[in-house]
């Protein structure tokens, strides 16, 4: 009886193996990691995030709804906005370092189907209305087509056919 409650007793203090491509081992699923790198960089955030978010947040731009610090596959990423599926970055002098990294996140971001919008800080901050401008502009043009205004009125539908 002792050696089963040993048994159950290890067994409980073992963390499950996590499934192919979800950990590192620990049982936490990498989507849970990404969640509280998310929540550190919302509240972290630099000087041109938080000038920036204050003019995305609440739909305050065009009615689009942005989130930020959005956990999207492996990345987190700036600024969001779902329905239009486009992706704002903001970059400061350390990307310049890392422009294939980038690169390659861009790629795999826009073959899950996001466009990927790239501004440097020193844009954000010095030329806020342009990046605003060509934030819409670019919503605009990506945005997908309004669904079909409903179906035809009786009587409609046999003069189409």
Known sequence: ??????????????????????????????SKRKVGLAKRLRRDQTDAERTLWF???DRRLSGLKFKRQMPIHHYVVDFCCSDVRLIVELDGGQHGVCAEADA???????ELGYLVLR?????VLTN???VLETIVSTAKQHSPEPPHPGPLPHGEREKCA
């Open 104 to 110: 390659a996140r861009t790629k795999r971001l826009e």
């Open 55 to 57: 003019r995305l947040r």
């Open 119 to 123: 501004f440097w800080n020193n844009d």
């Open 1 to 30: 009886m002792t050696a089963r409650k040993t048994i159950a007793a290890r067994q409980a203090q073992r963390a499950p193996s996590p499934l192919r491509g979800e950990g590192w081992g620990e049982g936490v699923p990498a």
């Open 128 to 130: 806020i209305d342009g």
